[in-house]
C-alpha cells in the first residue's frame, strides 16, 4: 500500500456506534451507552457495508474507525473474519482498545486482518494488557500498539516499550490541545521515534492527498466524504454516485492533526514509511531507538 495502486481504494468506515466500555477522561464516547435500537442500527448498517464490500469487484482495504469499542460487539468481529477471508480485500483492519476475549481471531485469515490497539493505563491493568499483546504475538497477529500522550502515561509508556519485542510498534498520539516542550517531546520520542508527525498538526491546505482520490470515508448510511474530518459530500457508496467524484485533490482544511488523515498526505511521505502496513500503523522496518 505505499504509493499509488490504481484500482485499489482504501475505505475508513464509520458507523452510527458510540458506546464504550472505558471511561477515558479524554474521550467524549467514555462508558456512553447505544439504545438497543441504535445497536441494531449500527449492526445493520455494518451488514450492509460488508454485503458491498464482498461484491464490490475490485482490490478494497477497509479500517474500521467506530467512535466506541467495535470488537465488543460480535458484529465486528464477525465483520473482521469475513472480510479477511475475501481474496480482493488485501487488509481489513480496526481501532481498538481490545478489551475482548482473542479466541475469535482463530476464524480469521492472518494474513489480511490487523489491529490497532490502543492502551489507555488507567482503564486496564498493565499486566493484563502486556498479556493481551503476547497473546496477539503467540498467534501471529499483525498489530500495533499507542497511547495518548499525557504526562501521566509516560512513564506506563517507556515500561511498555521496554517490555514489547522490537517488532511491536509502540506509537503515541498527541494529547489534543496540549503543547510539548523540545524535553517532553524528546521524552516521548524515547517511545515513539515517530512522534515528531502527531506532536504538532500539519499544515494541509493546499497540499496534494491521496483523500477523495484512493481514500474515502464511508459513514453507516453509506455517505461519501474524502476523510472523517472534511465535511463535503462526495456522493454515496451504495448508489455509486461517490465513484465520479473521485481524482486527485489538495487538503482544503488549514490544519490535520489526526495519523489517520495526514498519513494520507503526500508531504509527509508517510506512505513510504508505513508500506505495507498504512491501516494498522505498522512501519515498514524497525525505527532506531527502539
Known amino acids: 500500500m505505499g504509493g499509488h495502486d490504481p484500482g ?14 472505558y471511561d477515558c477522561p479524554y474521550c467524549p464516547f467514555a462508558k456512553r451507552r447505544d439504545t438497543p435500537s441504535q ?17 464490490c469487484g475490485h482490490p478494497v482495504s477497509v479500517l474500521f474507525t467506530p ?29 481498538t482498545n481490545f478489551s475482548c476475549r482473542p479466541d475469535w481471531l482463530a476464524e480469521a485469515d492472518l494474513d489480511t486482518l490487523a489491529l490497532w490497539v490502543t492502551y489507555h493505563p488507567g482503564q486496564v491493568g498493565y499486566e493484563r494488557f502486556l498479556g493481551r499483546c503476547r497473546d496477539l504475538l503467540d498467534r501471529g497477529v499483525r498489530f500495533s500498539v499507542g497511547v495518548v500522550g499525557l504526562p501521566e502515561h509516560l512513564e506506563h509508556s517507556l515500561r511498555l516499550r521496554a517490555d514489547l519485542p522490537a517488532e511491536v510498534y509502540l506509537w503515541v498520539n498527541a494529547a489534543e490541545g496540549h ?20 506532536r504538532t498538526p500539519h499544515r494541509s491546505a493546499g497540499q496534494p492527498c ?65 508500506a505495507g502496513g498504512i491501516l494498522e500503523r505498522i512501519p515498514q522496518v524497525s525505527l532506531t531507538g527502539w
Open 179 to 198: 503543547l510539548y516542550s523540545d524535553v517532553e517531546a524528546a521524552r516521548w520520542s524515547e517511545v515513539d521515534p515517530l512522534f515528531s508527525y502527531s
Open 8 to 21: 485499489h481504494l482504501t475505505i475508513l468506515y464509520r458507523g452510527p456506534l458510540s458506546s464504550c466500555d
Open 67 to 95: 467512535w466506541g469499542e467495535g470488537l465488543a460487539r460480535s458484529w465486528y468481529r464477525r465483520a473482521m473474519v469475513e472480510l479477511s477471508h475475501l481474496p480482493h480485500v488485501r487488509k481489513v483492519a480496526i481501532q
Open 39 to 55: 445497536l441494531r442500527q449500527d449492526r445493520a448498517a455494518l451488514e450492509r457495508f460488508t454485503a458491498w464490500v464482498s461484491e
Open 210 to 274: 491521496r483523500t477523495g482520490e484512493s481514500v474515502i470515508s464511508v459513514a453507516g448510511d453509506g455517505t461519501v466524504r474524502r476523510c472523517h474530518f472534511v465535511p463535503a459530500v462526495l456522493g454515496n457508496l451504495y448508489d455509486g454516485s461517490f465513484r465520479a467524484a473521485l481524482r486527485p485533490r489538495a487538503c482544503p482544511a488549514a490544519l490535520c492533526d489526526c495519523h489517520i488523515g495526514y498519513v494520507h498526505l503526500e508531504p509527509t511521505g508517510l506512505y513510504d514509511v508505513f
